[in-house]
């Protein structure tokens, strides 16, 4: 039944699928214009001994995808209990409370998947690519999806409100963005800061993407960093778990 109920979530996507296809090629392209190339050409010598532009695009890659899987896992979540009850309708049929949290866990997945692929075609496309150890940015975005999808599954589906989707959004994904590697290195950062950018899981997927790209070796073993990103996947589904049959089981 998990399977059903991705292919429902699919169904409705394919709706509304021209939205979100010129922003998926649309804000990558704009993105590496502005920061990559705008910003980059002030950054003289590159970071780490590579152009900036080729330094940044892996994370925003990975930052890429923990943004829809975020963005997928919040209000979409919250209005399928408080707004449509479609969970609801889900659960009065076949589908085990866990079918319809996993079902919806792969649609992100997918989700992730074509956005973190179109952003990995635009880079391609600038020659910001060093390897074809590349191509491994895409399991690495569907991972770091599930790290931050997860637990907001579990958050949309705990929360009374909306308005308490947005602080989701100002306090963990807006600084998560900006202190996990992405724009600059984690290094340059206060040593208090530094072990914080650790501890957020785009971190691991930025790292591990730019190791990918580069034809580099990881800052940490690349175990460690998919252990780390699992250890976000699996908790964040308990809770999810928890709080889908919280509501959902009378």
Not at 69 to 97: C, E, H, L
Not at 147 to 166: G, H, K, Q
Request: glycine share 8%.
């Amino acid at each position: 039944m998990t399977l059903a109920i991705l292919e429902y979530h699919w169904v409705a996507y394919l709706r509304v699928w021209r939205s979100s296809v010129v922003s998926s090629f649309v804000l990558p392209l704009l993105t590496m214009l502005g920061f990559g190339v705008g910003v980059g050409a002030y950054v003289t010598g590159g970071v780490e001994g590579v152009p900036y532009l080729d330094w940044m695009v892996p994370g925003l890659i990975a930052s890429t995808a923990v943004q829809v899987a975020i963005g997928d896992a919040t209000w979409p979540v919250f209005g399928s209990f408080d707004w449509n009850k479609r969970y609801f309708a889900q659960a009065a049929a076949p589908p085990r409370v866990r079918d319809i949290l996993d079902g919806n866990l792969l649609f992100v997945v997918v989700r992730v998947l074509m956005s973190a692929g179109a952003f990995l075609a635009i880079a391609a496309a600038f020659g910001t690519l060093h390897s074809w150890l590349a191509l491994t940015t895409l399991p690495v975005a569907a991972l770091a999806g599930l790290a931050v999808a997860t637990p907001s599954f579990a958050y949309a589906a705990a929360v009374s409100s909306e308005s308490y989707l947005s602080i989701l959004f100002r306090v963990g994904m807006i600084p998560m963005t900006l202190f996990s590697g992405v724009f600059f290195p984690v290094e340059s950062l206060p040593a208090a800061l530094e072990w914080i950018a650790y501890a957020f899981p785009l971190w691991h997927a930025v790292d591990l993407s730019r190791a990918a790209t580069l034809g580099v070796a990881p800052a940490w073993p690349a175990l460690a960093h998919v252990l780390y990103l699992v250890l976000w996947a699996a908790g964040g589904r308990w809770l999810a778990l928890r709080q889908f049959t919280r509501r959902l089981v009378v």
